[in-house]
C-alpha cells in the first residue's frame, strides 16, 4: 500500500532525502529532551530519540498517517560530539576528529498501525589531518554551527572525509537503505507496481 507518511523533523537534510526517494510527506519539527542517559550507548540514546520525536508528532498528526522520526550522533570512540556553540568549540572538535576514524549513528524509528518499529544506521568515517587553520576558516563559512560534529558531510565538510565504511545519506542525516526497509516492513511501498498507482 502506498500513502503519505510525516516526517518528526524540521531538518532540510531529511526532508531532501525523503523527497529524494519520492515520498510524498508532511514535516514539522518536535520538541523534546535530547540529554543522554548516564551510562547509555549511543546507540540505544539515538533509537530512544527517534521513538520520542515520532511520539511527540504523534500527539499532532491524524492516526492513520505513518510518523518517522530520526536521531543522528557522532561519535568519537564513547564520546557524543554535539553542535558547536562558538569557534574554539568547534576547531577542537575537528582537531579531535583530525586524522582518525569516528562513528555516525543515526537511529530511525516509524509509528504505523499502532506499532513502532525501529533500525539503527552505523557508519565509520575517517578524516584525514585537518590544520588548525583550515578548521577555523571552515568555521567562518557558517557550514557548522548546526551540524552535530561540527561538519557536513555533503557540503565543504566533505574535503575533510578520507573514507566511509556504510551509509553516507545516514551521515547526512536519514540512511536511505534502512528507512526503506522500515517503510516495506510496514507495507509501504516506495516503488509500486503498476497495479499499485
Do not use: C, N
Amino acid at each position: 500500500m502506498r500513502m503519505d507518511i510525516h516526517l518528526a523533523s524540521s531538518s532540510p537534510r531529511r526532508r531532501e532525502i525523503l523527497a529524494a526517494m519520492g515520498i510524498r510527506f508532511t514535516a514539522a519539527g518536535v520538541d523534546i529532551d535530547e540529554t543522554r542517559y548516564a551510562g547509555e550507548p549511543v546507540t540505544d540514546m539515538v533509537v530512544r530519540l527517534a521513538v520520542a520525536k515520532v511520539g511527540a508528532a504523534r500527539a499532532t498528526v491524524d492516526r492513520s498517517l505513518p510518523v518517522l522520526g530520526a536521531d543522528t550522533a557522532v561519535a568519537l570512540d564513547d564520546h557524543v560530539l554535539g553542535k558547536p556553540e562558538s569557534e574554539a568549540e568547534a576547531v577542537e572538535m575537528l582537531a579531535s576528529l583530525s586524522g582518525r576514524a569516528h562513528k555516525v549513528l543515526t537511529g530511525v524509528a516509524l509509528d504505523y498501525a499502532g506499532e513502532i518499529m525501529s533500525v539503527t544506521s552505523v557508519t565509520e568515517v575517517r578524516f584525514r589531518e585537518i590544520h588548525h587553520d583550515e578548521a577555523s576558516s571552515y568555521w567562518q563559512s557558517g557550514e557548522p554551527r548546526d551540524k552535530a560534529g561540527g561538519y557536513a558531510v555533503q557540503g565543504i565538510g566533505g574535503i575533510f572525509v578520507e573514507t566511509i565504511s556504510g551509509s553516507y545519506s545516514g551521515v547526512v542525516g536519514l540512511p536511505v537503505f534502512e528507512t526503506a526497509e522500515l517503510l516495506s516492513k510496514a507495507g509501504l511501498v516506495i516503488l509500486p507496481l503498476d497495479s499499485d498507482r
